[in-house]
C-alpha cells in the first residue's frame, strides 16, 4: 500500500514533475515567442523609424535640391535679365553711337545746309509760336531766328556778290585788252573781232556789276544794318541810270532803311523817356506799314507809353489838386494810419529822413512849406528815372500796405478816407513803377547805346573805306579828283575817266567809256578776295 502510494505519489510527482516540465517549456517558448515578438516589433519600429527617417531624409534631400533648383533658377533668370539688360544698353549704346557717327558725318556733309535749316526750323517754330498767339519772349524767339535765318543768307549773297564782282573785275580787263588790241590793229577783220569781244566783255562787265549791286541791295536788307543799306542804295543809285532794273531793289532797300530809321528814332524816344517821341514813334511805324519790321518794339513802346501817360495824368492831377484838400491832410492832429503811412511814403521818395517823418508834427510842418519846397512842386518835378530804387522799395513796402493784414492798400479804400492822399497815393505807384521800369531797361538802353556807336563807326568806316577805294583807283588810272558831275555821265558812276577830245588813244589802263568800267582795271592794285569785305557797295577788309 505504501509502495502503491509511493508509486502513485511518484507518478504524481513525475506528472507533476513533467507538467512543469511542460510548464516551463511553455513559460520558455511563450518567452522566446515574446522575445521574438519584441525582437521582431523592435525591428519592425527601427525599421519604420529608418523608413520615416530614410523618407524625412528624402524629403528634405528633395526639398533641398528643389531649393537649390529653385536657387539656380533664380540665379540663372538673373544672370539672363542681367544679360538681356547689358545686351539692350549696348544695342543701344551701338545705336547712339550709330547715330552720333552718322549725326557727326551728316553735320560734316552738309554743314551749311543744315546751319539754314536750323535757322529755317527756328524760324517756322516762332512763326508757328506767334500764330498762336504767345507772348513776347515768344516773338523774341521769332525775332532772333529771322535774324539768324537773314544773315545766313545775306553771308551767302555777299560771297555771290564778291564772285560776281570777281567776274566784273576779269571782263573789265578784257575790254582793256581788247581795247588795248583794238587800237593797235590794222585790218578790218581783226578790228571786227576786237570790237565784238570789246562788246562781249562790255556786256559781262555790265551782267556782273548788275548781279553785285543786287546782291548787295539784298544783302545789306538782310544784315537790317542801315550805314550798310545806305552805301548800296548810293552805289546802286548811281548806276541805277544805266541799269534801271536795279530801281525795284533800290526801292525795297530804301523801304527797309526808313523802316530801321523809324525803329531807332523809336528807340532813342524810349531811352530819353520822351512820351511825345514815343507816341509819334508808333504813329509813324503803323503808318508806313512797318509794324511787322518792329512787333516787340512796339508792344514794349506801347507798354512803356502807357506808364508814362499815367505818371504824366498823376502829375497833372497833382499840379490841379485844390490847396484845401492838402490844408486838410495837415490839419489832422492824429491822422488815420493810412493818411501818416502814405504820406511819409511821399516824403521818402523825395528823400526826406525815414525816421523824423515818423512824427506827424514834422510832416504838418512840411506840408506848411511854400514856393520850391512846396509838396506839390516837388512831386511834379521829381525826375522818377533819378529816383533811388532802395527808397521806392522802402516807400512801398512799408507804407503802402496795410498795417494790420499787411496786404497792398487799394486806391479806392484810401480814396474813401481821403481825395487829396489817394492823389498822392496814385503818385507814388506811377513813379516807383516807372523807376523800376528805367532800372530794369537800363541793358537796353546800353544795348541801344553800343548799336548807335557801332552803326556811326561802321558808317564812318564805310565813308573812309570809299574814299581809300577812289583814292587808290585815281593812283591806278593816274587821274586827279574827277570833276563832280561825272559820276553818271561816265560809265556807271564809280569815277571813271573822261574821253580824251585830243583824237589820241587814251592811256593804259584809262577804262572806255563803257558800261562796267567803274571798277580798278588793275588786278594788281586790288586787294586780294580774302581782305576784301562783304559789306555791299564798298570794298574793305573783313
Known amino acids: 500500500m505504501d509502495e502503491e502510494n509511493q508509486r502513485i505519489l511518484a507518478q504524481k510527482a513525475a506528472e507533476n514533475e513533467k507538467e512543469r516540465l511542460a510548464r516551463e517549456e511553455e513559460e520558455r517558448k511563450q518567452k522566446e515567442k515574446e522575445e521574438e515578438e519584441k525582437i521582431l516589433r523592435e525591428e519592425e519600429e527601427a525599421r519604420l ?9 528624402k524629403e528634405k534631400r528633395l526639398a533641398e535640391e528643389k531649393e537649390r533648383q529653385a536657387e539656380e533658377e533664380r540665379l ?20 547712339e553711337e550709330k547715330k552720333l557717327q552718322e549725326v557727326k558725318e551728316k553735320m560734316e556733309a552738309e554743314e551749311q545746309a543744315k546751319r539754314k535749316n536750323h535757322a529755317m526750323e527756328n524760324w517756322k517754330r516762332a512763326a508757328d509760336l506767334m500764330g498762336r498767339h504767345l507772348q513776347e519772349e515768344q516773338m523774341k524767339a521769332l525775332e532772333k531766328a529771322r535774324a539768324e535765318r537773314d544773315a545766313f543768307e545775306a553771308e551767302h549773297q555777299e560771297e555771290a556778290a564778291e564772285k560776281a564782282a570777281d567776274a566784273e573785275l576779269q571782263a573789265e580787263l578784257e575790254m582793256q585788252k581788247a581795247e588795248e588790241e583794238l587800237q593797235n590793229a590794222t585790218d578790218d577783220e581783226a578790228k571786227a573781232r576786237l570790237e565784238e569781244a570789246k562788246k562781249k566783255a562790255r556786256d559781262n562787265a555790265m551782267k556782273n556789276k548788275e548781279k553785285r549791286l543786287r546782291l548787295g541791295l539784298q544783302a545789306a536788307v538782310k544784315v537790317r544794318k542801315r550805314p550798310k543799306i545806305e552805301a548800296a542804295i548810293v552805289e546802286a543809285e548811281e548806276a541805277e541810270e544805266e541799269i534801271p532794273s536795279l530801281t525795284p531793289d533800290i526801292k525795297q532797300a530804301k523801304g527797309v532803311s526808313d523802316s530801321l530809321k523809324c525803329g531807332e528814332e523809336l528807340e532813342d524816344a524810349m531811352v530819353s523817356r520822351d512820351l511825345a517821341g514815343i507816341e509819334a514813334g508808333i504813329e509813324k ?91 506839390k512842386r516837388m512831386c511834379t518835378t521829381l525826375d522818377a528815372t533819378k529816383l533811388d530804387l532802395k527808397l521806392a522799395d522802402v516807400a512801398e513796402s512799408r507804407y503802402l500796405k496795410d498795417q494790420k493784414t499787411g496786404q497792398d492798400l487799394e486806391l479806392d479804400e484810401v480814396r474813401e478816407i481821403s481825395h487829396g492822399v489817394a492823389t498822392f497815393f496814385a503818385w507814388i505807384s506811377a513813379t516807383v513803377e516807372e523807376a523800376r521800369s528805367w532800372h530794369q531797361d537800363a541793358g537796353k538802353r546800353k544795348e541801344i547805346e553800343e548799336k548807335r556807336k557801332q552803326e556811326a563807326e561802321e558808317a564812318k568806316r564805310i565813308e573812309d573805306e570809299k574814299k581809300k577805294a577812289m583814292e587808290a583807283k585815281r593812283k591806278t588810272q593816274g587821274l586827279k579828283d574827277p570833276p563832280p558831275s561825272s559820276k553818271k555821265k561816265n560809265g556807271t558812276g564809280g569815277g571813271s575817266s573822261p574821253q580824251k577830245t585830243s583824237g589820241k588813244a587814251p592811256a593804259t589802263g584809262t577804262p572806255d567809256k563803257n558800261p562796267g568800267t567803274s571798277r580798278t582795271p588793275k588786278s594788281g592794285n586790288r586787294p586780294p578776295r580774302s581782305n576784301r569785305d562783304k559789306s555791299p557797295g564798298v570794298k574793305k577788309s573783313r
Open 49 to 57: 523609424r529608418r523608413e520615416a527617417e530614410e523618407k524625412a531624409a
Open 76 to 95: 540663372r533668370k538673373e544672370k539672363e535679365e542681367q544679360e538681356r539688360i547689358a545686351e539692350e544698353e549696348r544695342k543701344l549704346k551701338e545705336e
Open 285 to 375: 511805324i503803323k503808318k508806313n506799314g512797318y509794324e511787322k519790321d518792329h512787333v516787340t518794339l512796339l508792344s514794349e513802346a506801347e507798354k512803356l507809353a502807357a506808364k508814362l501817360k499815367r505818371l504824366e495824368r498823376m502829375k497833372r492831377e497833382l499840379a490841379a489838386l485844390d490847396q484845401r484838400l492838402i490844408a486838410e491832410i495837415r490839419h489832422y492832429k492824429i491822422p488815420p494810419p493810412v493818411v501818416h503811412q502814405i504820406m511819409t511814403a511821399v516824403y521818402v521818395l523825395l528823400g526826406y529822413n525815414e525816421k523824423e517823418l515818423k512824427k506827424w508834427q514834422y510832416i504838418q510842418a512840411l506840408l506848411g512849406r511854400t514856393g520850391k519846397e512846396s509838396l
